[in-house]
């Protein structure tokens, strides 16, 4: 029983619908007239799918002497901790879940969880809302969706989970994780919603009631508003990576879905950072939640981070030519400011014989997604992209990070250089000013 001495989530106040959908439960608190959710005036009534950027970021982030500061904490083996290091108490075998996500987990050599794994899947199964604060490659797709999948196959009466993710990308990569632990279970289905993809289709399957709903806010928003997703129907919300959904501005539409859930959902809510922002969701919308923190430091401590300066001199492009070709490169992403040059730079790249592509979000989706399967495949090995893949992609082997253009801030610089160094793994960050 969760402590009821803790702050606890407004409670809504119900009303009766004349419209043939279920019964929507309210919040009490600033409400349209016209409709049984708050107003939002921070982004567009289009609900589309893309967030505008903080306004408040900063442009100004000093990075030499951020990895000035890094290199001598690495020299004197300091660490910055965030919570001491914890050892992992269980193997997956222990958790008590389904025998079909056993041999699941056995077939692709599961064995041994990693931390936020091994503290969030029993708070889960559980049933306790959790905030997990944990760095991006630590596993934490698989910390929520092995219990969850486990909770839909074992009950009877209809569990619906919702994940939300701030790009389309980690959304198709949440929705493969998932698939990959209902093989066959096909009743039990999942629907991709994203911006860039045909709506008509999703309408279609969201017909079909699936149990697992993943998509961005925008779009998820705009299935509601045409009544194609009753979030009072879902058991379960995730938010994944909260803090980027945050950072991209779809907090309007954050709140707006999650103030259509049942009051007693479970909240799962994942973060590389506990923002003031974050906390204050949290407070609204979890009822005595479980906090796992397992960040151990700002920055990897298996990245190598340096700077290079361009002269007058140098040509910008050829100093990068000479970094791929001579710097052991074998998998690269080189971070662009804009999507313009982003195309150019790959141009550039491919004139000069290196295998180049670029990644952005004026690019159509399935063209994004050939282009990131074509990279996992190791068919070229230069992948140029602006921010939109700064976070939540799991690309194995990444070994070098180049900020061709600087970052806006030192999250974003932290970000952008967690695609490497993974999993144990070294890696090597160059940033030219």
């Known amino acids: ?109 599961f064995e041994t969880p990693t931390v936020i794994q091994d503290q969030a899947i029993p708070e889960i199964l559980a049933g306790h809302d959790v905030v997990g604060i944990a760095n991006t490659g630590t596993g934490k797709t698989l910390a929520f969706s092995l219990p969850l999948v486990h909770k839909a196959l074992v009950t009877r009466d209809l569990y619906r989970v919702m994940i939300m993710t701030p790009t389309r990308e980690l959304a198709q990569q949440v929705q493969s994780e998932i698939n990959n632990l209902l093989r066959g279970n096909n009743p039990l289905s999942s629907v991709l919603c994203v911006g860039g993809m045909s709506i008509r289709q999703q309408i279609d399957i969201l017909q079909k009631t699936p149990r697992f709903v993943i998509g961005t806010p925008g779009r998820l928003k705009d299935l509601i508003d045409r009544g194609k997703i009753d979030t009072s129907t879902f058991s379960v919300i995730v938010l994944d990576e909260a803090d980027q959904m945050l950072d991209m501005g779809f907090v309007a539409d954050m709140r707006y879905i999650l103030h259509g859930f049942p009051d007693d959902h479970q909240t799962l809510l994942f973060s590389a950072t506990f923002s003031d922002d974050i906390k204050r969701l949290v407070k609204d919308f979890a009822k005595s939640p479980k906090t796992i923190s397992v960040r151990r430091e700002e920055t990897g401590s298996n990245i190598e981070q340096s700077v290079r300066r361009i002269s007058r001199s140098e040509d910008k492009i050829e100093v990068l030519k000479t970094l791929l070709a001579h710097d052991k490169t074998e998998k690269t992403i080189v971070f662009n400011r804009t999507k313009r040059g982003a195309d150019q730079l790959s141009r550039s790249l491919k004139a000069a014989g290196i295998k180049a592509e670029a990644i952005h979000g004026d690019k159509p989706q399935r063209l994004r997604t050939r282009i990131l399967n074509r990279f996992k495949a190791h068919e070229f090995n230069v992948l140029v992209a602006t921010d939109v893949a700064a976070r939540g992609l799991d690309i194995d082997d990444i070994t070098h990070v180049v900020n061709y253009d600087l970052p806006q801030s030192q999250d974003d610089y932290v970000h952008r250089i967690g695609r490497t160094g993974r999993a144990g793994k070294t890696g090597t960050a160059v940033s030219f000013i």
Do not use: C
């Open 1 to 109: 029983m969760k402590d009821s001495k803790l702050t606890r989530r407004p409670r809504r106040s119900t009303s009766s619908s004349t419209s043939s959908s279920p019964t929507r439960r309210k919040r009490s608190g600033s409400f349209s007239s016209q409709s049984s959710r708050p107003s939002y005036s921070s982004r567009s009534r289009s609900g589309g799918s893309r967030g505008s950027r903080n306004s408040k970021k900063s442009s100004n982030f000093d990075i030499e002497r951020f990895i000035d500061e890094v290199n001598r904490k690495r020299a004197s083996k300091t660490q910055t901790t965030i919570d001491k290091p914890v050892e992992i108490t269980h193997k997956f075998s222990d958790f008590a879940i389904d025998d079909s996500l056993q041999s699941v987990l056995i077939k692709n050599g």
